[in-house]
């Protein structure tokens, strides 16, 4: 009988526990290339970016917890008027840092100023 023969066995539990490794490393690499891979499109982000969008980005998870962000920094987050839309912005202030940005560049010249709050950026 084969099932008796422990060289059996031994192969079969070889080759599934290859197998194994070999899908479990595939879904390992297809969760992070979801994960912390990002196409960054458009020229928003010039000269950081190419304008051709052809960038690809490596997501850091761990920094912001840490607070080690800055002015100036590009970072991913969720898009207010769609949950599941990713976006990309750079940073022009931190918490009580005063900004001021113009309110229609397009049509006049009135600026506003603000200062940045952290119940503001939590969406508070």
Same mark, same amino acid.
């Given at each position: 009988?084969?099932f ?5 066995w ?6 599934? =526990?290859? =197998?194994?490794?070999?899908l %479990?490393?595939f ?6 290339t979801r994960?912390?891979v990002?196409?960054? &499109?458009?020229?928003s982000? %010039?000269p950081?970016?190419?304008i051709?969008?052809n960038? @690809?980005? %490596?997501?850091?998870?761990?920094s &912001? ?21 990713v ?6 202030g ?7 940005? @113009? +309110? ?7 600026s506003?100023?603000? +200062?940045?709050?952290?119940n503001s %950026?939590?969406?508070n």
């Open positions: 009988m084969v008796r023969n422990p060289e059996f031994r192969f079969f539990i070889k080759e599934a =526990s290859n =197998s194994s490794m070999a %479990l490393k879904f390992c690499i297809v969760h992070v994960t912390y990002l196409d960054i &499109p458009g020229a982000m %010039l950081t970016f190419n051709t969008g960038n @690809l980005a %490596l997501i850091d998870r761990i &912001p917890r840490f607070s080690n962000v800055a002015v100036g920094d590009v970072v991913v987050v969720c898009s207010p008027e769609n949950p599941r839309k976006i990309t912005k750079r940073l022009v931190v918490e009580n840092d005063r900004v001021t940005y @113009l +309110v229609d560049p397009k049509h006049n010249d009135e506003n100023t603000v +200062v940045v709050c952290l %950026l939590m969406g």
